[in-house]
């Protein structure tokens, strides 16, 4: 629902509530719920087949926590800048307490967003940017460093020839055919809104040339 009047801004979007409004365009209460997703680690040494690390805000189980689902899509939507900024800049303090590389200022330190949609990178021209993308934009104005919007998901076999496991298989490759230029000091981020197997940031490792320095940024873990 947008509700805009006088610079009240939006209603909670999880409740519909004008009031108290939190910067996730949550009430008080929706975002104290939704904090109760708040992972109090947010660092995981891989999943299943991924081994780097994963450094996230919420641990999300499917149905445990609507307003965390509720966020997801609505960050899906794309509308919410304010909410990218929120949630990019804890991002950023949830790596730092983890300690590690110099992050902010630094050239050796590329994003790259998970690839939109084939639908979308078409309609758009072969440029499109979504959620992935509009969090990994905010990182990188966050940190003054680079961003890279290297991969796109490549057409599938028709659905009807595949078995299940093929379906579920991901095909990313590099956007652009020259490669994709790095530094082996160089840091790769790849940001994504859920992880949930690792697979498709296993898939990105591998497409980027298997960098040394590799690591996954995203909003929520699915465990
Ligand atoms: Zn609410």
């Known amino acids: 629902m947008e509700f805009n009047f006088f610079g009240w801004g939006k209603a909670c979007f999880s409740c ?11 009430c008080r209460v929706c975002y104290s719920y939704l904090e109760k997703a708040r992972s109090p680690k947010g660092f995981s040494s891989g999943q299943n087949d991924f081994k780097k690390p994963i450094y996230y805000l919420f641990d999300w189980q499917r149905s445990s926590n609507p307003v965390l689902n509720q966020l997801i899509y609505e960050l899906k939507g794309g509308q919410a800048r304010k909410s990218f900024q929120i949630l990019g800049t804890r991002l ?9 590389p110099a992050l902010l200022n630094s050239p050796n330190v590329i ?15 072969n440029s499109a940017i979504d959620h992935a993308g509009r969090l990994a934009l905010e990182l990188h ?3 003054k460093s680079r961003i890279e919007n290297a991969l796109i998901r490549t057409e599938a076999a028709p659905q009807h020839k595949k078995n299940k496991k093929d379906r579920q298989k991901i095909r990313l490759k590099l956007r652009s055919s020259n490669g994709f230029k790095q530094h082996p000091k160089d840091l790769i981020v790849f940001v994504d809104d859920v992880v949930t197997t690792g697979a498709t940031a296993l898939k990105a490792w591998q497409v980027l040339g298997r960098p040394n320095h590799f690591e996954v940024w995203c909003l929520a873990l699915r465990g």
Not at 111 to 125: G, T
């Open 16 to 26: 519909g509530s004008l009031f108290h409004l939190s910067g996730l365009d949550l």
């Open 111 to 125: 994003f790259v967003p998970a690839p939109a949609s084939l639908s979308l990178d078409k309609a758009r021209n």
């Open 92 to 100: 950023i303090n949830q790596r730092i307490l983890w300690g590690g």
């Open 141 to 143: 104005g966050l940190c």
